[in-house]
């Protein structure tokens, strides 16, 4: 039977998540969530919250929220553009700024939902390859396109692009808009948001995904000039003009209060993360550099995949891409001290095994 519904329907191909296994005692690695909980302040926000509210829609100008984020980054309320999650501030993004027949840039190996988007959305788009080391060659990005979008630092590598080569990228494409993805910068990298006031084609995203340990409550935002955020507001109010939940709102500008706790638990990542390397390294483990709160690292004596497998078997999950170039390496995310000695004790006998 011919169904000539079928030929008219979307077909595409989705960005795979990590798993969310719910496994008793096990080690979560996979997603790069944060392993501490949010702030104190985000509990008491709750305890004190009036379920009566939610009878009503969320305010859609979040102004609260906006202006926490303001002053955290010397910009203006007006250069804020908030999303339910970086997810949907970035699919927005793509939809609002890439619309050239030319094609948008990105690096060959970087978050594998840029490709998705720009399939859904029909845009064209070309992917540079990094060098050996997983290194962004910023003069490959030089040449005609329709836009650049970069993670910075860079997933799943964890490598960070110094600002000045940041800049270089933005100076050569001033026709275009650039988007700097920094889910990851508040582990060590310094944001691209000083430049804002001399670009005004640069957009920087943020999410409170991870260093703000918010995951679950889908908090996201652009950072751009006013110019651009209107016409961001104007393609989200064609979709749905309430994204961001009320109680997501207030969690959001909670925890951004807090700035004491955020340090601290940022830095205990980084500490971890560097003892974690040196952990490493001692097992034959080589590590990709890494400014963000997971490492990317391979075994030459030892296949990822297999490593992956029997870490999974004992309920520690990491995450593995079978794809070209990075089909032998891991990454794993910083969880706990304790949590990263058990992984470290496990692959001490994994690879003891081979
Ligand atoms: C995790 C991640 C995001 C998405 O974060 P959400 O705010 O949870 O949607 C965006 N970009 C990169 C590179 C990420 O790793």
Redesign the pocket.
Known sequence: MSKLWFDKIKKIEPYVPGDQPNVNGMIKLN??ESPYPPSPLVRKVLDEYDVDNLRLYPSFKCDGLKEILARTYGVDKCNIFLGN??????ALCFQTFFNSDKPVFFPDI??S?YDVWCDLYNIPYRYIPVDEKFEIVVEDYFGENGGIVI?NP??PTGRYLKLDKIEEILRHNQDVIVII?E??IDFGGKSAVGLLKKYDNLVV?H????SRAL?GI???YAMCGEELVSYLEAVKNSFNSYTLNSLSQIVAAACANDKDYFECCRNKIINTRERTVLELSKLGFQTILSMSNFVFTTNHSMKASVIFEELRKINIFVRYFDKPRINNYLRITIGTDDEMSSLISALEKIVAQS
């Open positions: 997603t790069n999650g970086s997810d949907e501030v970035l970087t978050y939902f993670a860079n997933a993805d889910a990851y995203v999410t409170f995904s991870k995951a889908r908090v996201g």
